[in-house]
């Protein structure tokens, strides 16, 4: 039945229009049950669904929450989606996806449509140093969570952050690959120009240098200053990195990876230059995204919990939503690595202790090391 309004529902199970409202919001925990499942019963039958529009002259809000992510071409960002989706399905919320390319044009574009059409809460997560394109919308009353990224200086007051420690992941990865005797290693990235990659770079040379190894020796890959984030050819950007590196006199041993689908691509490409990774070259990603598991060889990588971490994103933004403006809150989950059959110990030839070599250094063989 078509055009069934709020009041109609009201006549028919016998309550007021705002009984009805109230079972529609969730507001029910003073209901008497006879009375819910009388009301619940007759908007199944009348087929009755409220008229956004209607609610939003109300209200000034809907309930929907934005989700702006660099690139769903990243199996990631698809996967926080779906986690996020299912969690405000149940909390009777629905989620718009958009994709910013980490341009903040767009970011600003997205934001201020959201805002126009009722929305009034935004995940943002593209991880950029200042999120000044974007301040001004939250003086105007919308609230936003800054996803995979900490708390910045010069922050908006009303911003939230919740993040994996991406630092610790990549410390994590790093040294996993020099308790493996690596002395070779490279990190492989797109433009590191956001707040998740630079603590991850910083991770990586942290370890090195716990390690008694100069960060200053180590490859970054194709280099610091690079312009281009590659979200969307990720693995491309892994492949290229492996088929040069590899090509080099001294090539590295080992690699660590922005994300899983660069990973993925540094696999192919040693595959391209003849050698396999998790024999003649160790490979760790960062994500631990459904193919890891299921790519060959299995990914060693850097599990993000993405369900917990979805799960205190959409709490913590509808506690905004429902609430007066409060200051903002910065939340570090902690990573866990997960090692499957990328990476192995390192050749002979480059094993050495660390005390004893420089990365990139000559090393002499060591006895007993499998390659």
């Known amino acids: 039945m078509s055009g069934v309004t709020i009041h109609q529902v009201a006549e028919a199970a016998g309550v007021s229009a705002s009984t009805v409202s109230n079972v529609l919001n969730g507001r029910t ?73 980490r341009d903040p044009a767009r970011e600003l574009k997205y934001s201020e449509e959201l805002l126009a059409d009722g929305v009034s809460g ?98 970054v890959w194709p280099g610091a200053d690079t312009a281009e984030f590659g979200d969307k050819d990720a693995a491309e950007l892994g492949r290229n990195a492996a088929r040069e590196l590899l090509g080099r006199p001294r090539p590295p041993t080992a690699f660590v990876a922005i994300n899983d689908m660069c990973a993925i691509g540094i696999c192919r490409g040693a595959k391209d230059a003849g050698r396999s990774a998790g024999q003649d070259v160790s490979v760790v990603g960062f994500d631990d995204i459904l193919l890891a598991d299921l790519f060959e060889p299995p990914l060693t990588t850097v599990r993000q919990p993405l369900p917990e971490m979805a799960a205190e994103t959409f709490q913590q933004l509808r506690a905004r939503i ?10 570090l989950i902690r990573p866990r690595l997960v090692v499957r059959k990328s990476t192995a110990q390192a050749p002979a030839e480059a094993t050495v202790p660390a005390s004893r070599a420089r990365i990139g250094e000559a090393a002499a063989p060591t006895a007993g090391a499998r390659g």
């Open 122 to 219: 935004v995940v943002l997560c593209s991880s950029l140093p200042s999120l000044d394109h974007v301040a001004p919308l939250l003086g105007r009353g919308l609230k936003m969570i800054a996803f995979d990224r900490t708390a910045q200086a010069g922050d908006p007051p009303s911003l939230s952050s919740i993040s994996v420690d991406n630092a610790m992941g990549a410390e994590l990865a790093t040294r996993h690959l020099l308790e493996l005797g690596h002395r070779r290693l490279a990190f492989v990235s797109g433009s590191v120009n956001s707040v998740n990659r630079r603590e991850r770079l910083r991770g990586f040379r942290a370890a090195l240098e716990s390690a008694g190894l100069d960060p200053a020796d180590a490859i």
């Open 322 to 331: 429902d609430s007066a403006p409060v200051a903002g809150r910065s939340l």
């Open 29 to 101: 925990d003073r209901m008497q049950a006879a009375t819910l499942a009388r009301v619940e019963q007759v908007i199944e039958q009348l087929s009755y669904r409220p008229n956004r529009a209607a609610r939003m002259l109300r209200t000034g809000r809907i309930k929907v929450i934005g989700l702006i992510v660099p690139s769903v071409a990243n199996p990631f960002w698809g996967s926080l989606a779906r986690e996020l989706e299912a969690i405000a399905l149940t909390e009777g919320y629905h989620v718009l996806l958009c994709n910013s390319e």
